[in-house]
């Protein structure tokens, strides 16, 4: 493999940055714990962890977004010596530079325009357009985009993008470019061209920090993974040398073997059925059955196309081939409105965003999904609304002073309590639930854990979707592993094994 | 941990203050009324006669009809410019349909029906062709105001006798029949905004479109019923203006889309969408209404008077949006 090679023909070369025993405490949190870590020039260190192991704490230390209590941050050379916000500049300064998950460029504006985005090139005021423009191509080109730079962002592939993203950090002339999942979004053959950019990148002597959790990806470019739990660094491996058993179990300790066991009450009678669903670029033939009264789970990493595979179900996204089979019938036509007629309903990933309306109380967002069943004669009665939204309120433990409480001032377990409450208010029996659980306290956590098993008690059958890999065990009891656009690999509670289960989310076949 | 707090046993304070800054925007608009009232009544001869309270309600029935619709409009996240050539269209379609001699009960639903549907013209492309509702209504206000005027040649279409028109402008108990329909649509609007699932979808696809949607609301079909609505309702003030004139006009109703969105404004609806009341919008009526009236009386430069209703207009949002936010911190 060229890429590789490439890789490994650099030396290891001079230190560009490192943390010496760097501990930070928030409040009630010890995010980092004596950390040490060092990345070389021309080097992609690979770092791996599961969520809240650290890693992010990490970058902000070495970007200066962060003070550490004890320890010191070298960048260059030299300790970074300020605090506050001066501390980021000082890093920026000496050539520490982030790509985030999230995009940051302007759709209607050329390719030119973004890698400059407010630091044009001009001459008394007037953009030096031909001038921008070359450069902008130089740039691309060591990173083996080949685009004419007047080309708009909005033209290109979700790959190009982060490309352009990678290029215009480079414009400053970094020595450490630390890339945050730069592949979730991208489909296998689209994260290709990323991995090869980031080749180039350490080629040229720039130190490399690579967070992934795709272990083919990590095998390819990088030669030693760094390992995170708890705030501390595990270990530090030979990426060739290590299997992905072993790193995985690095990556969660050995609390992972306490397995639950859980009461199944699913049925034999299978109430949804999906055969060779396939959606571009995403899911190429996905199969499986749910029965009447289980929880199952859909685990995968970030972006393995789990929220489209929901949306399929549910009609609000067009699918290629495959059919679904609804109490052994197949759907002809699987509009949103005619799904929620067959008794299904939907939790959107992104709760603030799709989920909620924040204005309206707790008892117009959970009842919203069914008004006739509060209303006499076509009006709303006051008196079935709050005995309808009371018993949502209790029956899901949402902490609310009043029914009528703006639903925007709770806090984000509260909120997905009602967002699932508005469901179980219509009456469905089928619950397809995308990552409940994301951005919620731990106490909330639990409470959600409960409810859906109690839901699932009750006869009804719930898809769960997560990328925490831990709370699998606790709620399902059925998993099923989504990977290279198919599922891979099905675990059954008790045997629900943690650390399988991530060796088969981030394995390379 | 507010929330918790707020469960705890002295609940009987919390449960007021939210009420209270709930009426906010409500109580400071009141209290603008009454300084209009002041300021009038003491510099302007003849602002507090029957004659002029009565003029007031007539004025307002102009704005208040169209106003109640666009408050469910702008609630939903959507604007609609079109009420003022609507108004004028419709008066000239039924000045027209009365000479050929349609019975007038018929002609009046006609009229209505004509609205609904130019508005919900607006609405589909909104909905199903995601054309920005700013730009579906500037369409309309354009062609709408260009066919009336094309066809009339800007001269009023005369209605002849006719009593049952002439009997909507005939005051009962000396209130104008336009000052009550206005009185009882609001009912009805203030009604349908807070009790009905078809008011609170409105709400809720103003507040978040995408968390509408997926709870299974129809989120196309009612953005067409609100404009089809302002329509009917741009059509109800159409009647009203022609049994006031007698006759049809291609240039009447001008401007009045921008009174119409200044007094929902004023009566402290969000333009972002998710948030307003009826009783607001019913102040702001008054507001703008009474500014109008007002400013005419003062004997001020017509020219001029644009310049201070412009400046109150603002003022009044601005004062608005620091009371509801003191009201918030307190």
Redesign the interface.
Known sequence: MSTAAATQGVSAGTIVASLQNCTKRYPGVLALDGASFQVAAGEVRALLGKNGAGKSTLIRMLTGAETPDTGEVEIDGRPLAHSGSVRAAEAYGRGVRVVYQELSLVPGMTLAENLFLGRWPTGAGVIKGRQMEAEAEAALKRLGLDLPANRLVAGLSPAERQLVEIARVLLGKPKLVILDEPTSSLAAAEAEKVIEAVARIAAEGIGVIYVSHRMNEIRRIARSATIMRDGRIIDTVDVAGADTREIVRLMLGAEADAATALTSRAREKVVLEVKDLSLPPKLSSVSFKLHEGEVLGIAGLLGTGRTELLQAIMG?RDFKAGTINVDGAPVRKPG??AM?KRGFG?T?ENRK????????GVD??AL?????AV?SG???SSSKISAAARAVIERLHV????TD?PIG???GG?QQKVVIG?WVH?GSRVLLLDEPTRGVDVEAKAQIYAIIRDLAAEGRSIIFVSSEIEELPLVCDRVLVLRDGELQEEFTSPNIDQDAVMAACITSH | M???Q??APA?AA??RRPRFTQHMNELSLFAAIVVLYAVFGTMAGGFLSFNNQINILRDAATIGIAAWAATLIIIAGEIDVSVGPMVAFISVALAYLLQWHVPTPLAFVLAIAIGAVLGSIAGVLRAYFDIPSFVATLGLWSALRGIALFVTDALPVSIGRNDMVDALDRSVAGVPPAAIIMLVLFVIFAFIS????FG??I??IG??P?????????VRRIRVAIFAIAGAMAAITGILLVSRLGSGNATAANGLEFDVIAAVVVGGTSLSG??GSMLGTLLGVLVITLIGNGLVLLGINPFFQQVVRGVIIVAAVLANIQAIKRSRVA
């Open positions: 609000v949103y409105h929620m939907y959107p965003d799709e989920g909620i309306v924040p204005l309206l117009e967002n919203m999904t069914d008004f006739p209303s076509g009006i709303l902490k609310a002073a009043r409480t001032t709770l806090s509260n508005r219509a | 507010t929330l918790e707020a469960s609940s919390v449960k807070r009790k009905t699932a609170r979808s709400f809720a507040g978040n995408h968390a509408a949607f997926l709870s299974g609301i129809n998710g948030r």
